[in-house]
């Protein structure tokens, strides 16, 4: 089997929590070459920890190795469309986290440079890898006529696990101009996106670009994009929001917020005539909870409730091992630059109802 070689971009609780463990575990698969990170301390810690020479401060130095294979982009939002650009530019294929981008305009920067070099892009959507939920796709076939369908993230603070089972490297050595660089590139991009707005629709937009894209982009994949928004409300500033969409035949609502309870409520449930399909998910900060598929249904004259775990594999191990196949066999992915544009589409037309008549 043929060893990817690696470079991350970004060095955070992503990184540390999930890739850089996982790229260990799948040695058979990948080999972790580089690490860019802004801060010196970070790069020092996990270039120790794993043992990995090539160590960069700067993105552009770290894709114009020549022997790399792959880049993984995990830093900030506001750079993951400047950083993969780069990659694909540099001949590299991208594993991009969500959000791949803020702006439609950076989507088709990011179509045309993967475009020219020949090259896959591949946005970090693992839920979508779930065996749960592609379990769930099957289960769909007989479903019937869909009624309604519920898409639920109600979570506490990602600190909150975390703090209670990770050992995070943290310092506090970013350059002041490299801060400043990203506040300002966060008002400059999210304006462009959405327009000057108030303070809380430009968190409800923030919102909806991280932990709300991972709950509609597996709705799209089920049941496709909505025809429109039908009505949205958000409150605490931007911090919960609740949104109906109109499937023509059926209706679909949306609920996201963010607390201090430490618990993870994140589920999609499809309801039929005579059936119901539920995929639930777990915190991905702790790995190998179970995300498990949930079939509630009318047989016969009985009622029959099963509760599914095909497997204790996290989705984050799903999704790489499936990137593996589009690095290394030229697939092209199921989660395409184009596919994330269908979000960001959906994130504005949400925030074009949050806004006043």
């Known amino acids: 089997m043929k060893r990817v070689r690696v470079g991350v971009i970004g060095l955070g609780e992503v990184a540390q929590i999930i890739h850089l463990p996982i790229l260990r575990q799948l040695r ?23 043992g990995i020479e090539h160590r960069f401060a700067h993105a552009s130095d770290l894709v114009a190795l020549t022997d790399l294979d792959t880049v993984f982009v995990l830093s900030n939002d506001e ?20 959000p791949m981008c803020i702006t439609p305009r950076e989507v088709d920067e990011i179509v045309a440079a993967r475009d020219r070099a020949g090259v896959q892009v591949m946005v ?48 506090d050595d970013v350059p002041d101009d ?5 506040t300002e590139r966060a008002r400059r991009l999210v304006t462009e996106a959405i327009g000057e707005t108030p303070a809380e629709l ?41 949104a109906i969409f109109d499937y023509d035949e059926y209706r679909a609502v949306f609920e996201m917020g963010v607390d201090q309870v430490r618990r993870f409520d994140a589920h999609i449930e499809l ?18 909870l ?13 009622f029959r409730e099963s509760v599914l775990r095909p497997t204790h594999k996290d989705p984050y191990t799903c999704e790489l091992e499936y990137l593996h196949d589009v690095v290394t066999n030229g697939t092209a992915p199921k989660t395409t630059p184009e596919d994330f544009g269908e979000d960001l589409r959906l994130f504005g037309d949400i925030i074009g109802a949050l806004k006043p008549a």
């Open 271 to 288: 309801f039929g005539v005579s059936k119901q399909v539920r995929v639930q998910y777990d915190t991905p900060f702790i790995r190998h």
């Open 28 to 50: 058979d698969r990948y080999e972790i070459a580089a690490i860019c990170d802004v801060s010196p301390g970070l790069l020092r810690a996990v270039g120790d920890e794993y």
């Open 178 to 182: 490299a801060r400043a660089d990203r």
């Open 124 to 171: 970090a959507y693992m839920r979508r890898f779930a065996p749960a939920f592609l379990r769930a796709k099957d289960e769909l076939q007989s479903l019937g006529r869909i009624n309604f369908v519920q898409v639920r993230d109600i979570i506490g603070a990602n600190r909150l696990f975390i703090e209670q089972t990770s050992d995070i490297h943290r310092f």
């Open 202 to 242: 430009v968190a409800a937009y923030r919102l909806l670009l991280g932990l709300g894209s991972h709950d509609l982009s597996a709705m799209r994949e089920l049941i496709g994009s909505p025809r429109r928004v039908l009505a949205a409300a958000q409150w605490n500033g931007g911090r919960f929001l609740t």
């Open 79 to 98: 750079y993951h469309a400047e950083q993969t650009v780069l990659a694909a530019s540099a001949g590299k294929h991208v594993l991009v986290e969500k």
């Open 290 to 302: 179970p995300t498990t598929l949930v079939v509630k249904e009318t047989v016969d004259e009985a």
